[in-house]
């Protein structure tokens, strides 16, 4: 693990952002088309291939194609930032492929989510780059204002920005403390576990989000979690967005969503642990940015987050 923190340098009007596609392959060209034309609006340049990748199967792309378009783009000087296409999967595969010694020379901006998160995580602790969590090129149509308008403030110079929204809930109570923020998609999270890219998260602050899954897959991928010690001396605990799309009645998202809680509290907490949850933040239209790998401060008097 590296304890040296990387800060990738802001980008700024005019420059380019590559475009990644290390997972799923892409599925709806018109959300691909309406999310760069919104970074466009914000001012970037992109750079992508024309073929807009040619798709094996569930995967963008080959195993080696994917890594060396990571690569390539990382490599490249034009290109000053990184966004991902899309999550879906694949990031697993290509994770002892990536240069990580281009990442510790050339830190740059890297934003995504969802299985994004994988690759993310494992730049952060092996590196200590500070990346983004938040949109990716598909999902930005859908953002909100804010989450588009967050996203392009991170990129550019103000990514340690608090997050205060009265959404945010302690769901149990512990002292204020404070340490790097890491974590993502449980789903991607738990396909590390028993590999040579598994790490641990002592004094880290987790965060955990996801989508369409059950309650009990839920329950098995925490349990998983815990026997292997994951959650044995974290700082704390940062639940964003959980939600299942069969479920649109305002009383069923709440029970699924307090199922949710309940066992988080049950499996993965000790009775001084903080855990907060409702971040907005995941699989949602209000997809708020925030730099993974860098310090928060969970603070319950002002019930907001703070980096540094």
Known sequence: MNSKRLVPSPLRHGDTLGVIAPAGQLQDKELFRSGIAILQEMGFQLKFPRDLWPGTS???????????????LWRDPEVKGIIAMRGGYGCLRILDKIDINLIKHTPKAIVGFSDISLLLNYLHLTTGLVSYHGPVVTSLSSATPEAQERLYRSLTGASLAAISTSELEIIQDGPTVHGPIIGGNLASLTTVLGTGFDHIWHNKILFLEDVNEPVYKIDRMLTQLRLAGKFENISGIILGDFHLDAYQDPIEILRYRESIWNLVISICGRPELPIWANLPSGHCSRNLTFPLG??????PANKSLKFS
């Open 58 to 72: 569930y995967l963008s792309d080959s195993d080696t194609h994917r890594a060396d378009e990571f690569n390539s």
């Open 294 to 299: 860098a310090a928060v401060e969970l603070n």
